[in-house]
């Protein structure tokens, strides 16, 4: 069992910045990928970002390279997405997920942080 708990949301501006944490337990951090995902009201959930164990490797959706960075602390469980240049339609809930059995389709996922930005 993975447990992950989001942190860093809130409302900010067009054009702020926001960080968003993400802290794991229950297994060893540094043995599994994590990403970042989103959900916007009456959308689909939709990927963000992820990075590899190691932190050695990234990947971002279109709409938010450039802006958004994903990162990683192993020795603090916790993994990171900075958000910059932020935009009305990046509002929606935030989600950290855990890759264990695949590197395709996360296992286990946090309850959420809302981010609001406003126009």
């Known amino acids: 069992q993975v447990q992950l708990v989001e942190s860093g949301g809130g409302l900010v501006q067009a054009g702020g910045s926001l960080r968003l944490s993400c802290a794991g337990s229950?297994?060893?951090?540094?043995?599994?990928?994590m990403g970042w995902f989103r959900q916007a009201p009456g959308k689909e959930r939709e990927f963000v970002a992820a990075?590899?164990?190691?932190?050695?490797?990234?990947n971002y959706a279109d709409s938010v390279k450039g802006r958004f960075t994903i990162s990683r602390d192993n020795a603090k469980n916790t993994v990171y997405l900075q958000m910059n240049s932020l935009k009305p339609e990046d509002t929606a809930i935030y989600y950290c997920?855990?890759?264990?059995?695949?590197?395709?389709?996360?296992?286990?996922w946090g309850q959420g942080t809302q981010v609001s930005v406003s126009s």
């Open positions: 997920a855990a890759y264990i059995g695949s590197i395709t389709t996360p296992d286990y």
């Open positions: 990075i590899s164990w190691s932190g050695g490797s990234t």
């Open positions: 229950g297994r060893t951090f540094s043995n599994y990928a």
